[in-house]
């Protein structure tokens, strides 16, 4: 089945505590990026990469990490995560770019207390 | 700065009426425009999409009509569905995708 496979479902931690949040997908997609969702603000695009060794800051990329070392997998961490990052993020890809429908994740609701 | 808005946070229709969704822009240079529909605990899914150069895209029960003068577009629902009762986002895209705040369909029985 084609996926995007996004863990953990759910995560708390505390400031300071360093965290990945795990995104693979079995498309074969060059295009993956990284979103946060917060009520009232929509989807904002935090990292994004269009190939294996590429990325690129999104709307909001301050204390956040990503890496593309391989085709399937990007990774997002929170080297010291704070409370203003307690959000429900979502991975994303698409074929070659935002320039076609995107295929989501189930989401990471992370609270950072 | 949200250059893509969805101005109801709600909406509520009767099973078998017409669900009307808006959502309005402010960059012109948008050229391809997307709705998605989103499940609790899922992610968001591709819905319908429709180009700068149409005025309107029709799936199904599902249609997209864009008003390039008015930076406006909408998606109609007919007839609505209690299924279909879920969050809706509006994207915009030219070099990126910017999402609106997402409108929350309810539809009842």
């Known amino acids: 089945e084609a996926q995007v496979t996004q863990n953990p479902r759910y995560l708390i931690t505390v400031t300071g505590k360093k965290l990945t949040v795990t995104c693979s997908q079995n498309m074969n997609h060059e295009y993956m990026s990284w979103y946060r969702q917060d009520p009232g603000l929509g989807l904002r695009q935090i990292y994004y990469s269009m190939n294996v060794e590429v990325t690129d800051k999104g709307d909001v990329p301050e204390g956040y990490k990503v890496s593309r070392k391989e085709k399937r997998n990007f990774p997002l961490i929170l080297e010291s995560p704070s409370p203003n990052q307690t959000s429900l993020y979502f991975c994303?890809?698409?074929?070659?770019?935002?320039?076609?429908?995107?295929?989501f994740g189930s989401g990471t609701q992370l609270s950072v207390l | 700065d949200q250059q893509v808005k969805q101005n109801s946070p709600s909406l509520s229709v009767q099973e078998g009426r017409i669900s009307i969704l808006n959502c309005d822009y402010t960059?012109?240079?948008?050229?391809?425009f997307l709705w998605y529909k989103k499940y609790p605990a899922e992610g968001p899914t591709f819905l319908i999409s429709i180009s700068s150069i149409k005025d309107k895209n029709e799936d199904g029960r599902f249609t997209v009509f864009l008003n390039k003068s008015a930076k406006h577009l909408s998606l109609h629902i007919v007839p609505s569905q209690p299924g279909d009762s879920a969050v809706y986002f509006c994207a915009a895209l030219n070099n990126d995708m910017r999402f609106g705040a997402g409108t929350r369909l309810t539809v009842k029985p």
């Open positions: 960059n012109s240079m948008f050229d391809y």
């Open positions: 994303a890809s698409s074929f070659q770019g935002t320039n076609e429908k995107l295929f």
